[in-house]
């Protein structure tokens, strides 16, 4: 088709944000902080490379999770802890923060709850900010690696990848058949992964991730949570996600228990008020 003679009027037109985030409820980090500050480990988690692990998180407990070998990207699914079609929505957070998650950002659940299922507390790669080609770290614009695109694209049969990963690790945690836990695994939070969309054609890219032994993110648990993390295949996801080939290296969750007395007074978010009359 022939360009329009106002097409550089029509793309001159400044863009609007399409959910201003200033009323949204603030956390209050300052009190989550200092929970932390004084809290007891009660338990971890070590996910082997190329596999995933479950863990469960009360609460007002924070969750940790750390790189302790090597570079390595790791997918991250969260559900409720007693209704798993309560579950992170990677799409509501993209649009309430942006395509990465940071510091005193969170992990919002879905329809018809869409409350903070986590509050991040510490990012060690807030560092990092936007890069030269547009990249930034913990996205939310990709989903999960996944064995039906790989088939698609090029026909193999690819079995530890992160969506079947999760699969197999919600399924041993819940005693259910792999058809059954399939349908709860959701797109992720890239946790670690460096990645953006090129300005030329618009395609999601990935890129090495900055991700060093020590760096860590930590949340704050606003309603008793079920976690599974993947150890992604593609390692720190500087060539390539779902593969036998490239280094991949364990994540660590751990999880820290505050003092009695260290949350007077905070409760969990309730879920959402809208009425859901849905107009009739």
Same mark, same amino acid.
């Given at each position: 088709?022939?360009? =329009? ?25 300052? !009190? ?20 995933? /692990? ?12 750390? /790189? ?16 798993? &079609? *309560? ?21 919002? &659940?879905?329809?018809?709850? #869409?409350? =903070? ?35 698609? #694209? ?9 969506? /079947?990963? !999760?699969?197999?690790? !919600? ?10 836990? +399939? ?38 648990? +606003? ?14 996801? &500087?060539? *390539?996600? /779902? ?25 969990? =978010? =309730? ?10």
């Amino acid at each position: 088709m022939p360009t =329009p003679a106002d097409a550089d009027a029509r793309r001159a037109i400044a863009p609007v944000i399409c959910y201003p985030n200033d009323t949204l409820p603030v956390p209050d980090l300052a !009190l989550y902080r200092a929970a932390r500050q004084g809290a007891e480990k009660t338990g971890e988690v070590l996910v082997p490379p190329r596999d995933a /692990s479950v863990f469960r998180v009360p609460a007002g407990h924070v969750f940790r999770i750390s /790189s302790v070998e090597g570079p390595q990207v790791g997918d991250l699914n969260l559900w409720n802890a007693h209704d798993l &079609s *309560e579950r992170f929505y990677s799409g509501k957070a993209r649009a309430l923060h942006g395509t990465h998650l940071t510091t005193g950002e969170r992990m919002w &659940s879905s329809f018809p709850h #869409l409350r =903070p299922m986590a509050t991040i507390i510490e990012d060690t790669l807030e560092w990092y900010g936007i890069d030269q080609y547009g990249g930034s770290v913990h996205d939310v614009i990709g989903t999960r690696c996944d064995p039906y695109t790989g088939n698609l #694209l090029s026909g193999t049969q690819y079995h530890h990848c992160c969506h /079947s990963n !999760l699969t197999r690790a !919600l399924a041993d945690e819940m005693g259910m058949t792999l058809a059954e836990a +399939e349908p709860h695994v959701h797109d992720v939070l890239n946790v670690f992964m460096c990645t953006g969309f090129t300005r030329d054609t618009g395609q999601y890219f990935m890129k090495a991730s900055p991700v060093r032994p020590g760096d860590h993110l930590e949340f704050f648990a +606003e309603i008793d949570l079920l976690g599974a993390l993947s150890a992604c295949p593609g390692g720190d996801c &500087s060539s *390539e996600h /779902s593969s036998d080939s490239a280094a991949c290296h364990p994540l660590l969750v751990e999880i820290f228990a505050p003092q009695a007395d260290a949350l007077a007074g905070w409760t969990p =978010p =309730p879920v959402n008020g809208y009425d859901r009359s849905h107009g009739r």
